[in-house]
């Protein structure tokens, strides 16, 4: 049983900082990639970063050079440290696991908001 939390959502303003932490349970959590997705209000859920197994990163343009996904494999967790901050990063942040045999994310936390206010 795969089940993730998020934490550290919150208000800001724009400019400013969070850092988003997800806490997994399951085994052998060092073996997956996993990513921080977002949607925002009438909008498709959207990749915003991922990791992989060995350490590799990915982001969305739209945040490159703000946000910095990380993660411990000895506390099962799984970063997302976001800097300069805009209004249009507002949205309900996900953390998800990534699934080889179905090559989906098929893991998902309940997620947590972040607003950015102007």
């Known amino acids: 049983q795969v089940q993730l939390v998020e934490s550290g959502g919150g208000l800001v303003q724009a400019g400013g900082s969070l850092r988003l932490s997800c806490a997994a349970s399951?085994?052998?959590?060092?073996?997956?990639?996993m990513g921080w997705f977002r949607q925002a209000p009438g909008k498709e859920r959207e990749l915003v970063a991922h990791i992989t197994s060995g350490g590799s990163t990915n982001y969305a343009a739209s945040v490159k050079g703000r946000f910095t996904i990380s993660r411990d494999n000895a506390k099962n967790t799984v970063d997302l440290q976001m800097n300069s901050l805009k209004p249009e990063d507002t949205a309900v942040y996900y953390c998800?696991?990534?699934?080889?045999?179905?090559?989906?994310?098929?893991?998902w936390g309940q997620g947590t908001q972040v607003t950015v206010s102007s």
């Open positions: 998800a696991r990534y699934n080889p045999p179905t090559t989906r994310y098929d893991f």
């Open positions: 399951g085994r052998a959590f060092s073996m997956y990639r």
